[in-house]
């Protein structure tokens, strides 16, 4: 699974506090542990305050890619803050995101057409966030329509379907498994992806509530996921069904992240 390292967010306090200050070290800190523990991608998100987002994604991309050699997520509900600083990246990364929203994929597409960048799109639109399996399959083939006229190949989209909170919608990860099928019926190469800290909102050890879900998710197909990858018991989760779904030959990648200590 790809893996999408999540832990430079300026909505984490320490994160928000290191952008304000422009405290580099703890940056390159969280960039280093989560290259370490096998992240694919660094996700950069700058917060919640437009006004510097900019200047901020800048800083972030600036020292992420000093300190190490992965690629970036650049996470902005903004495509004019995400075009505005594309060009400052080293190498193609995943666009962090797009959706059926007026206006997101007609800045972002011409942008990655013809690049290798990949692009996650969520699954909702000006009416906001369906919760239902249907409108979210609906959301998806608008999107892949735009995609295809900008000549962006399925594989190169991430659909995040937007799981929401197990305790207030008790069937919200049935629905997602449900998306997921559908969708990939229907667009056999186009990625699967989600966020992993929504599902546990309001439910106590979030962690088993996580790791399940990561777990049934892997097996239905799900191709990348935003999380911790510094979260050992997350990872060992992954590595294990990875090896248990045969997707490991020799259980390498399950005993060489032991020997790392990236699971225990
Ligand atoms: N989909 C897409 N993008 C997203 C999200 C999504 N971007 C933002 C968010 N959701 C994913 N990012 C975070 C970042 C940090 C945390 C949760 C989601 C968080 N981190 C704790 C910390 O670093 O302190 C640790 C969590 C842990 O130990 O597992 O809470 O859904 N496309």
């Keep these: 699974m790809i893996i999408i390292g999540e832990k430079i967010n300026g909505t ?6 290191a952008i304000q200050e422009r405290d580099e070290e703890y940056i390159v800190n969280l960039a280093v542990k989560q290259a370490e523990a096998g992240a694919d991608y660094i996700d950069i998100c700058a917060g919640t305050m437009p006004e510097v987002e900019i200047d ?12 190490v050699e992965k690629p970036l997520c650049i996470d902005s509900p903004n495509p004019k803050a995400i075009e505005a600083v594309f060009d400052k990246a080293k ?3 995943i666009i962090n995101s797009v959706s059926g929203e007026e206006g997101k994929c007609e800045v972002i597409f011409p942008l990655v057409q013809g690049t290798e960048w990949d692009v996650i799109a969520l699954t909702c639109d000006n009416s906001g966030i369906p919760a239902d399996v249907e409108s979210r399959v609906e959301i998806t083939k608008q999107i892949m329509d735009k995609a295809q006229k ?3 190949d399925p594989a190169r989209i991430h659909i995040d379907p937007l799981v929401m909170a197990l305790a207030t919608d008790n069937s919200t990860f049935v629905k997602f498994l449900n998306t997921m099928q559908q969708i990939k019926k229907l667009y056999p190469s186009v990625k699967v992806t989600s966020g992993l800290s929504n599902i546990s909102f309001g439910m106590p050890l979030r962690k088993a509530v996580n790791q399940s879900f990561l777990t049934i998710a ?12 510094c979260n050992k018991g997350m990872m060992a989760a992954l590595y294990a069904t990875e090896a248990l779904l045969g997707l490991d030959k020799f259980c390498r990648n399950y005993n060489k992240a032991y020997r790392k200590g990236i699971t225990h």
């Excluded at 984490?12 to 506090?17: A, D, H, M, S, Y």
């Excluded at 892997?218 to 990858?229: E, F, R, V």
């Design 12 to 17: 984490i306090p320490g994160v928000k506090r």
């Design 56 to 67: 901020t994604l800048i800083w972030l991309m600036e020292i992420v890619q000093e300190a």
């Design 91 to 93: 190498a193609p990364g």
């Design 150 to 152: 900008y000549s962006i």
């Design 218 to 229: 892997l097996y239905a197909g799900m191709d990348s996921a935003i999380i911790d990858p």
